[in-house]
């Protein structure tokens, strides 16, 4: 009967009908999604079952650990660091460049980021096709060789290997096409199983929320905020997650290469955009405090802001790049090298009035339409195309200012792309109340 028991498909008749599965039940179905006994039919079905019936901290945090040992877990030699192994991840966003920003600076504060981060797909920019901008920029790595660039530099930007958390990659493929994405346990154990084998010791998790942001509800926004800090003290990480806004994008721009262009601009001080710049100081300075690096959050803070002022996070910034394949002097010739789009439009108002609320969602979904996004997986993208110079919710127009520029392949695109432009703002008579930049933060366990 035990040995029937831990058929997949007994468990998962279980958790169908709402039972807790044991620890022996998980591992069982990790190892066979792992070793493919389990097909993709059964992945579904269970993945729907999660969906339904949820899991509890403990499932979920024996969930996470299975799919880590599913594949290599790094070691670190502490005796070779200068410091913690910390990371930051977030669920994803319009004009969300901060771990471009945000690993360098952390690493000039001498921790070490091993950020595996991900691809865009829908309205959502991924960092990876970001960096993927830069000629020469490798984000695939073996253990071994990303483990040296962390240890030497402080931080590499690198994607998912096929070594890590494999059973992750295949669960993720199938819920992809399985209508069970928004499982909140399913996502937190496909973003906890992929940090957990990086070893890391501290997590700041940044949860968005609003129309542009995959949690559009800010009660699945504080759901998953909660759950990633239960579930990764469960495991033996420390973790914090902030709530943060995007109801508007978090940069002036979109576009793989334009934000590359924007966090080199952060980082030498040329320009600072002020939401951008909140962001990564609440984010940066709740991990360097949970991390017991920097005794309080206003002590963090100006140690994150020194890294900018004496140029050590650029620094480390260029040493990454760099040290990853991609050319040593991106940071003082960025137009050297990151592609521009042969068409810029200047997309201009109709109609005077404030900007009152501006779809996220569909300021995303133009730089897919323009081919900076992915429709289906395997999509190639071109990353010189995009959007900058982006208006702000409360900014007052009149006809004929500039409320953002299209950059795209044809003038055709460029056309369309305006049209969709204005018409994601909602204009206004009135200044809206400004929005709560950062609306939460949940901490686990201490």
Request: overall charge negative; glycine content about 8%; hydrophobic content about 45%.
């Amino acid at each position: 009967m035990a040995n029937e028991i831990l058929l997949p498909q007994e468990i998962i008749r279980r958790k169908r009908d709402g039972k807790s599965l044991a620890d022996s039940e998980i591992s069982t179905i990790v190892s066979a999604i792992t070793a493919g006994s389990m097909v993709d039919s059964q992945i579904a079905a269970f993945a729907m079952a999660v969906l339904f019936q949820g899991m509890n901290a403990r499932e979920c945090s024996s969930f996470s650990l299975a799919m880590r040992d599913s594949g290599n877990v790094l070691n670190w030699d502490r005796a070779r660091l200068n410091g913690p192994v910390i990371d930051k991840h977030s669920s994803g966003g319009v004009g969300d460049c901060v771990s471009l920003m945000l690993a360098p600076m952390l690493a000039a504060c001498n921790a070490h980021v091993p950020m595996i981060s991900g691809r865009g797909l829908g309205h959502s920019g991924g960092t990876l096709d970001k960096l993927s901008s830069i000629p020469g920029y490798c984000s695939k790595l073996e253990a071994e060789k990303l483990q040296a660039i962390v240890e030497t530099v402080g931080c590499a930007i690198v994607g998912q290997s096929e070594s890590l958390a494999p059973a992750d990659g295949r669960m993720y493929a199938v819920r992809d096409v399985t209508a069970t994405v928004e499982s909140v346990p399913l996502i937190t154990a496909s973003i906890l199983s992929k940090k957990l084998a990086a070893g890391i010791d501290a997590l700041v998790m940044d949860v968005k929320t609003g129309n542009g942001a995959f949690a559009a509800t800010n009660e699945m926004a504080v759901e998953l905020a909660n759950s990633i800090v239960g579930v990764a003290s469960e495991a033996g990480v420390s973790a914090v997650s902030l709530v943060t806004d995007m109801d508007e994008p978090l940069a002036p721009c979109a576009g793989n290469a334009l934000e590359v262009f924007e966090a080199i601009d952060y980082l030498v001080g040329e320009r600072r955009d002020p939401r951008l710049h909140n962001v990564v100081l609440a984010l940066g300075s709740e991990l360097l405090v949970l991390a017991g690096m920097l005794p309080d959050k206003q002590a963090a803070i100006e140690k994150l802001e020194q890294t900018l002022v004496d140029g050590s996070a650029a620094e480390r910034f260029s040493a990454m790049i760099s040290s990853l394949g991609g050319p040593s002097d991106l940071i003082e010739r960025p137009a050297k090298y990151l592609e521009r789009a042969p068409v810029m439009l200047s997309v201009v108002a109709k109609e005077e009035g404030i900007v009152s609320a501006i779809d996220v969602r569909a300021l995303g979904l133009v730089v897919v339409a323009l081919g900076g996004g992915r429709v289906i997986t395997h999509d190639d993208i071109d990353t010189s195309v995009g959007l900058t110079n982006l208006v702000r919710v409360g900014d007052e127009v009149v006809p004929g200012r500039e409320i953002a520029v299209v950059h795209a392949r044809t003038k055709l695109d460029a056309d369309v792309a305006s049209k969709k432009v204005l018409e994601s703002l909602i204009m206004g008579s009135k200044k809206p109340e400004a929005a709560q930049l950062v609306r939460g933060i949940y901490r686990g366990v201490t």
